[in-house]
C-alpha cells in the first residue's frame, strides 16, 4: 500500500507538471518575426563580439517588440550586394515570412566604382535592385520594413560626391513603398570612433563601425520603430 501511494504521488506530481500542460508555454504564430536582410553592417562586422553589432544590440533592446514576442533571424551576409539580397535573400525571406525588417545594402555595390565600374552604370543597377527588393517585401509579403542610407568615408576619394546621390536614390525608392530610412549618413557626419578606420594602426580602408558606430545605427533604426 505504501508503494502504491508513492506512485499515486509521483504520477500526480508528473501529470501537474507544465511539461504535460496542454497549454503551450510558447506561441510562436503569435511572434513577430524580426528579419535583418543586407550585408556586413547587419552581420556585425566590426563589432566585438559580433553579436554587439546593431542588429542584435536592436532585437535585444525590445524596439521591434518584446524579447519574449520576438522571433529573429539574420540574414545579413559579408561582401553582399543588392543583386546577392534579390537573389539569395529575398528567398530566404518568403520562407521565414517577416513582420518587420530592417535592411543595410549597397557598400558593395559601390564598391565597384573603385575596380574602375561605371559609376552610372552601378547606381542605375543598384536602383532597379532595390525596387525589385522592396516590391518583394512591402508589397507581396506586407512587411515592415525600415533601410540605413550610407555615411561617407572621407579616405575614400570621390565618397563625399557619390554617397549622398547614393542616398537620394534610397530615399526615394524608399518613399515610393512607404518605407522608413534609418539616416545614419547625418549621425555619423563629423563624429569620430564610429569607425574603425578611426583608430590608430587601422588598414586604411577599414570601413566598418566600431561596437560605438553600431551601436548609433541601432539608435537611429529604433528612433524609427
Known amino acids: 500500500m505504501k508503494r502504491l501511494n508513492t506512485l499515486l504521488f509521483v504520477l500526480i506530481i508528473l501529470t501537474s507538471s507544465p511539461l504535460y500542460s ?10 513577430t518575426r524580426f528579419m535583418v536582410m543586407g550585408d556586413s553592417l547587419g552581420s ?24 519574449t514576442n520576438t522571433l529573429f533571424c539574420n540574414a545579413s551576409v559579408i561582401g553582399v550586394t543588392s543583386a546577392d539580397v534579390l537573389a539569395h535573400q529575398i ?22 566604382i573603385l575596380e574602375g565600374f561605371d559609376v552610372n552604370t552601378v547606381l542605375s543597377e543598384f536602383q532597379n535592385n532595390l525596387i525589385s527588393i522592396l516590391h518583394h517585401l512591402v508589397i507581396n ?17 570621390g565618397a563625399d560626391t557619390i554617397i549622398p546621390v547614393f542616398n537620394q536614390i534610397v530615399a526615394g525608392v524608399a518613399g515610393t513603398y512607404g518605407v522608413a530610412v534609418a539616416d545614419i549618413y547625418s549621425q555619423f557626419l563629423g563624429r569620430e570612433g564610429l569607425l574603425l ?29
Open 141 to 157: 509579403m506586407e512587411a515592415t520594413v525600415y533601410i540605413a542610407n550610407l555615411y561617407v568615408i572621407d579616405e575614400i576619394p
Open 197 to 225: 578606420i578611426d583608430r590608430q594602426g587601422a588598414l586604411p580602408l577599414e570601413i566598418h563601425p566600431t561596437n560605438a558606430g553600431h551601436t548609433v545605427i541601432a539608435k537611429t533604426f529604433a528612433d524609427l520603430m
Open 22 to 31: 496542454a497549454e503551450l508555454p510558447w506561441q510562436f504564430d503569435q511572434h
Open 91 to 112: 528567398q530566404q525571406a518568403y520562407v521565414f515570412k517577416p513582420d518587420v525588417v530592417t535592411l543595410t545594402v549597397g557598400g558593395n555595390d559601390l564598391a565597384k
Open 44 to 67: 556585425g562586422y566590426g563589432a566585438v563580439p559580433q553579436t554587439k553589432g546593431y542588429a542584435y544590440q536592436l532585437y535585444r533592446s525590445g524596439s521591434v517588440n518584446k524579447l
